[in-house]
Every structure is written in C-alpha cells, then in structure tokens.
C-alpha cells in the first residue's frame, strides 16, 4: 500500500498569504495524484487531477506540481473561503489511499 | 448535472447489516467507475471499494474484504454497497463517487452516516 503523508498537519494563514502543502507518497507514483478541498460539513471537492491539471470552475489561485514522490499544492493570495482541510490522492495502484489532510484555518 | 444521492445509512448494532444505496443520475452511469469513500467522525478519507462499469472488477480494502460488497445495476442507475459483520470502526460518513477511468474522483454525492454502536 502506497502512503501518502502531507505536511503542515495544521496551518493558521492571514488573507492573500501564499501557501503551500506538501504530499510525498512512500514510492513513485508517476503524476497519479490529485488534491481535493473538504470544507466543514460539506462532501470534498476535486481542486487539481494529475498533480498539475486544473479543473473547471476552480479558482485560479489553486495550482500543483510534482511527480514521482514529491507534490506541492499551491494556494496563491489566500481568501477568506479556503478555509478547508485539503486532501491528497493517488490512484497510481490499489488500494487507493489519501493523505491525512491539512487543515488551513484563516486569521 | 451530476447528482449522486446516497441513502440506507443509520444505526445498526456491532455484528449486523446494513445495504447502503446511491441513486446517480445527469450523466451516462454505465460509462464510468464508481466508488465508495468512508470517513470517521473528525478523521481522514478512507477509500472503501471500487466497481468497473460492468460489474466485472471490484476492489476493496483489506479491511472490508470478505464482510462488504460492492454492486451496481446499470438499468436503474444505482450503486450499492452490502456491509456485513459490522464493527465499530465502520462507524463513517459514506461517499459514493465517479471515478473516470479508475484515476480522480471527480464527483461526490453528499454521504450517509452509519453508526455501528450497542
């Protein structure tokens, strides 16, 4: 099974802040791996597929790089409505696994 | 537009059963991957199982195997899932999910909570 591990468990940003989460997957993965949103009380959200595809309807701002074991989701000039715990993804081989999360609280 | 409506969830004592249903509809259902997706009250994301659109592959994780099934029927354009031999670790918010081509998750249905408790 292919573990994922994101870093910061916990970040507390202020509004337009650059951020940055980390995901390293426990082998190569190729560019398997997606990112999505989860805010309180709500289903999670697709944010990025392939480590750097952007999606329909998904604020700019949001952006991924990476491959093989090292990915990094960007969020550029931080809003208010980000405030979210964010998930990691692979599908690079079964079981699926996802990361921790990351949690992002606004100031 | 995409909607995935899950239902079946609710209390059940630890040993029983409990078949968790999702009706999807504004797309063609029998064209893609579907999933089931758990997570515990306030932890993570759990990929639960997946289904090919013919029903032909299925996949779960180990610690399902054996006690859950996963299963579709494309005429009525809904996917299940049986769960047997419930513990109390199963206690999770359900997901149902489309899964283009067994890769992202591109949409989510609002999920069902399922408390496994005495």
Known sequence: EIVLTQSPDFQSVTPKEKVTITCRASQSIGSSLHWYQQKPDQSPKLLIKYASQSISGVPSRFSGSGSGTDFTLTINSLEAEDAATYYCHQSSSLPFTFGQGTRLEIK | ?118
């Not at chain 2, 089931?36 to 090919?52: D, T």
């Open chain 2, 1 to 118: 537009e995409v909607q995935l409506v899950e239902s079946g969830g609710g209390l059940v004592q630890p040993g029983g059963s409990l078949r968790l249903s999702c009706a999807a509809s504004g797309f063609t259902f029998s064209s893609y991957w579907m999933s089931w997706v758990r997570q515990a009250p306030g932890k993570g994301l759990e990929w639960v199982a997946n289904i090919k659109q013919d029903g032909s592959e299925k996949y779960y994780v180990d610690s399902v195997k054996g006690r859950f099934t996963i299963s579709r029927d494309n005429a009525k354009n809904s996917l299940y899932l049986q769960m047997n031999s419930l513990r109390a670790e199963d206690t999770a918010v359900y997901y149902c999910a489309r899964v283009p081509f067994l890769t992202h998750i591109d949409y989510w249905g609002q999920g069902t909570l399922v408390t496994v408790s005495s």
